[in-house]
Every structure is written in C-alpha cells, then in structure tokens.
C-alpha cells in the first residue's frame, strides 16, 4: 500500500482565492482526520471523519473551511476564500478506526500571500 | 474533552546519553498512547505506542511508559544517535468517536 496520499505537495496562492487539498487514504481505514500544523499552534485537528460521515467538525476555524468525504477512500479540504493565516502545513491521516494507530501523508504546505 | 501537556518544549542530549519525555493527561479514561517522531519537513510517524492494560512497552533503544493512576506516561529513548534529532509528539485517545489528542511537541537535539 502506498500509504496516505496528499496532493498537491506545495500550495501557493494569493489571498483570496480557493484551495483545495486531497487526500486518499489507505485501502481498509475507516477514520479520516484533517490536521492543521503550524510553530505557534502545533498539531491542531480541523475535522475527522468516521466511515465517511463527519464526526467532529469543531476544530475547523472558520465557515471558510470547508471537508468533504465523497467515497470511503478520498476527501477534500477546501478553504474558500484563502487568507494569510491559513498559511500551514496541512496533513491527512487515516486509521482503522478512532482508537488505532494514525497513519499521516506528507502534508500539503500552503502559503497564501 | 481530553488535554494533553507534553514536556519538555525542547531538549538536547549528548550522543549516547539517554532522553526521556514526559506527557500527562486528563481523561482517566483514555487508554491508548502512541508517539509520534517528526523529521523536519517530514510527516509524523508513529514510533511506539502502548495501550492500558500494559505498564511498559519496549522497542530496540526506545521504550514508553505507563502510570494510569498519575496519568502520565513517558517516552525513554537510549543510546541517542544524531539520527535520534527531530520532534516527538505524544498523544492520548479513548474508545468511542472521540480522536487523537496531541501534545504541543519536544524537540530533540542530539549533538555529536
């Protein structure tokens, strides 16, 4: 298996415009969660999803974000429109199920100017 | 909800010395532990974990420990190499629809 699967790698975008970041998790997880990684904040979960429905959304910042979970094995996080602070690394992770080990992808580093 | 503290920020040992990093936690009920080892520009990957019914867990130079009844558990790492350098996040979670929480993250230099 390739593991967890992100894409783009690296994101530039002007402030303003949409982003969106993908994600294909591992063949069989059932858990999906979207983090938010940056120096002051550290690992923040923005949203996870559990067999494809959205369990807790609570850590998404703003009704600009937005999560997506179309088929059991892909996801979007969409953020519209961009801001400056939305600058991060953005990581997909998958498990088995909540209480499993966490398996990341290489993140999407996003910086919006 | 669960929270998770996680010292010391940052740590540097000598090459060959011994590292250990602390994290406590406040839901009794939590009972799955895993840490994470970040390289830089590199994703989170999961090193060690444990579980609650077991005290202590052990793997080559790395080990975690348990104590449930001070909830705290404790990430040793023997022998530091250089390759040893990099972030290490611990994390607590329970069963039912409830995810990972993590801590802030440590540090870790070792020095040749």
């Known amino acids: 298996d390739a593991g967890v699967i992100q894409s783009p790698r690296h994101e530039v975008t002007e402030m303003g415009q949409e982003v969106t970041l993908r994600c294909k998790l591992i063949s069989g997880h059932n858990s999906l969660f979207w983090y938010r990684q940056t120096m002051m904040r550290g690992l923040e979960l923005l949203i996870y999803?559990?067999?494809?429905?959205?369990?807790?959304d609570s850590g998404m910042p703003e009704d600009r974000f937005s999560a997506k979970m179309p088929n059991a094995s892909f996801s979007t996080l969409k953020i519209q429109p961009s801001e400056p602070r939305d600058s991060a690394v953005y990581f997909c992770?998958?498990?088995?199920?909540?209480?499993?080990?966490?398996?990341f992808g290489n993140g999407t580093r996003l910086t919006v100017t | 909800g669960e929270n998770v503290e996680q010292h010391p920020s940052t740590l540097s040992v000598q090459e060959g010395d011994s590292a250990v990093i602390k994290c406590t936690y406040s839901d009794s009920a939590s009972n799955y532990f895993p840490w994470y080892k970040q390289e830089l520009g590199k994703r989170p990957q999961l090193i060690i974990d444990?579980?609650?019914?077991?005290g202590e867990k052990k793997d080559q130079r790395i080990a975690v420990t348990l104590n449930k009844t001070a909830k705290h558990f404790s990430l040793h790492i023997t022998e530091t190499q250089p390759e040893d350098s990099a972030v290490y996040f611990c994390a607590a979670s329970k069963a039912g629809n409830t995810p990972l929480v993590f801590g802030k993250g440590t540090r870790l230099s070792v020095i040749a």
């Open positions: 999803f559990n067999n494809n429905v959205p369990i807790d």
């Open positions: 992770a998958s498990s088995f199920s909540e209480n499993s080990p966490l398996h």
């Open positions: 444990i579980r609650s019914n077991v």
